[in-house]
């Protein structure tokens, strides 16, 4: 593999709940078997219904407490949405990182107001990441007639480096990781540490297309011919192996 492509699907309406997604990208893309699609955890939420309304929302002490900490002095409903979403609090100073039920540690549990109409309305990951993977890559496969990869995407901060990068929170049709550790290297020197979080590159290269503005929230990858069916949680450290807790 020395050739990638990345292509924007383009002409998606907005993503409302129920709507069924493989059927709105195959509408919109001409799909060859191998292509890996990535798609924005966001459009993935809409469609699954992950949308809360704040209004209904009552925040409790705890959420009052850590709003007052927090630099950019959120809504307390939003931080008690966070907190309904987390299994555990890592940093509430500044910034507020938590620990999902998925078991991803993100800002914010992945709850987010951004790039929605209504106001008030914040959307939460999917409940099941991969298997949302999996029914998008079998919606389309039903529609279009092609066996594709998918990932389901979301942008995740980093503790040692500026920016925000795509990473992979569900994944179908496509490795997540790509062990090499066993192999030799260019010169010949067994690997002992080498693995590639392929999933991860995949979702970074795309997220080069889609931005935080262009509207583009799915993305063909075409050229990637490397066979497997990983999972999301394949790319998540045991907490045993962090050593950073």
């Given amino acids: 593999m020395n050739h990638l492509e990345l292509l924007a699907v383009e002409g998606l309406p907005e993503v409302r709940p129920g709507d069924d997604l493989g059927d709105l990208i195959c509408s919109n893309a001409k799909l060859e078997s191998t292509d890996?699609?990535?798609?924005?955890?966001?459009?993935?939420?809409?469609?699954?219904?992950?949308?809360?309304?704040?209004?209904?929302?009552?925040?409790?002490?705890?959420?009052?407490?850590?709003?007052?900490?927090?630099?950019?002095?959120?809504?307390?409903?939003?931080?008690?949405?966070?907190?309904?979403?987390?299994?555990?609090?890592?940093?509430?100073?500044?910034?507020?990182?938590?620990?999902?039920?998925?078991?991803?540690?993100?800002?914010?549990?992945?709850?987010?107001?951004?790039?929605?109409?209504?106001?008030g309305m914040v959307t939460l990951l999917p409940l099941d990441p991969d298997a949302s993977a999996r029914g998008i890559r079998q919606r389309i496969h039903e529609r279009c007639g092609v066996d594709v990869g998918v990932i389901v995407s979301d942008t995740f901060g980093r503790p040692w480096r500026l920016g925000i990068v795509n990473v992979a929170l569900g994944v179908s049709g496509i490795p997540g990781l790509i062990?090499?550790?066993?192999?030799?290297?260019?010169?010949?020197?067994?690997?002992?540490?080498?693995?590639?979080?392929?999933?991860?590159?995949?979702?970074?290269?795309?997220?080069?297309?889609?931005?935080?503005?262009?509207?583009?929230?799915?993305?063909?990858?075409?050229?990637?011919?490397?066979?497997?069916?990983?999972?999301?949680?394949?790319?998540?450290?045991p907490a045993a192996e962090d050593v950073f807790r």
């Fill in 36 to 119: 890996v699609l990535v798609v924005a955890q966001k459009v993935v939420s809409k469609s699954e219904g992950r949308l809360r309304d704040l209004a209904g929302v009552e925040a409790g002490d705890e959420a009052k407490r850590i709003a007052s900490r927090l630099v950019a002095l959120p809504d307390p409903r939003f931080v008690q949405v966070v907190l309904d979403e987390s299994v555990r609090v890592l940093r509430s100073q500044r910034v507020l990182i938590t620990e999902t039920r998925h078991g991803f540690v993100c800002a914010n549990s992945g709850v987010d107001q951004s790039n929605i109409a209504e106001p």
């Fill in 179 to 237: 062990d090499l550790r066993g192999t030799p290297d260019d010169a010949g020197r067994e690997m002992h540490a080498t693995v590639l979080a392929i999933a991860d590159d995949l979702a970074s290269a795309a997220g080069v297309i889609m931005g935080k503005t262009a509207r583009a929230p799915v993305v063909v990858v075409r050229g990637f011919d490397m066979a497997g069916d990983g999972s999301g949680r394949d790319l998540i450290r």
